[in-house]
């Protein structure tokens, strides 16, 4: 069974960094295109950012561009979000995601609470 | 910028009933980058029906999905206690993915 695991979450203030993981086990983490997903506590689902396989391709939702980057290690079968010029609107559960061929999330992670906070 | 919108918000129901929940999306998409995923309280999504009809693995047949263009339904028959939940729409169009804002199946 797939497994995703998020780490690195945590409380920090505006205009701070943090680097998010997500250690993959179970599937062959290089085959796939992985992606974050953020969600605010009691509100909808918003995608943030995606990396291809081999990591040559990437995108980010339009508000976390320039402020985030997604990036992989396939040796490592390890995800991560590198999330600089936090704000509070950026305080989520954010979760890591494999894509599946269609575009659709098949599996994730348990997710990991940011808080951005002064 | 695509935009889905789910409808109802909130759909209250007892268990054995049918639910009908819809997306529907503000231009014509392709069918086969629309998913469907079931949230439970404290707990990640979990994909559903992908492409618009398939069932992700371990999905139980009461869980169906149809639609083309720009209308798309998540059928769920005969309601079971854990189907209790929010329901989320999304498409991929190739290099950005779109979430709908969920349909809340609760208990009448």
New interface residues.
């Given amino acids: 069974q797939v497994q995703l695991v998020e780490s690195g979450g945590g409380l920090v203030k505006p205009g701070g960094s943090l680097r998010l993981s997500c250690a993959s086990s179970a599937f062959t983490f290089s085959d796939y295109y992985m992606?974050w997903?953020r969600q605010v506590p009691g509100k909808?689902?918003?995608?943030v950012s995606?990396i291809s396989s081999d990591a040559s391709y990437t995108?980010d939702?339009e508000s976390v561009r320039g402020r985030f980057t997604i990036s992989r290690d396939n040796a490592k079968s390890s995800l991560y979000l590198q999330m600089n010029s936090l704000r509070v609107e950026d305080t989520a559960v954010y979760?890591c995601a494999s894509v599946?061929v269609?575009?659709?999330?098949?599996?994730?992670?348990?997710?990991i609470l940011v808080t951005v906070s002064s | 910028e695509l935009v889905l919108t789910q409808s109802p918000g909130t759909l209250s129901l007892s268990p054995g009933e049918r639910a009908t929940l819809s997306c529907r999306a503000s231009q014509s998409v392709s069918s086969s980058s629309l998913a469907w995923y079931q949230q439970k309280p404290g707990q990640a999504p979990r994909l559903l029906i992908h492409g618009p009809s398939s069932r992700a693995t371990g999905i139980p047949d009461r869980f169906s999905g149809s639609g083309s263009g720009t209308d798309f339904t998540l059928t769920i028959n005969r309601l079971e206690p854990e189907d209790f939940a929010v329901y989320y729409c999304q498409h991929y169009d190739g290099s950005s993915f779109t979430f709908g804002p969920g349909t809340k199946v609760d208990i009448k």
């Fill in positions: 992606s997903i909808g689902l918003e995608w995606y995108n939702a979760y599946g269609g575009g659709y999330f098949d599996s994730w992670g348990q997710g």
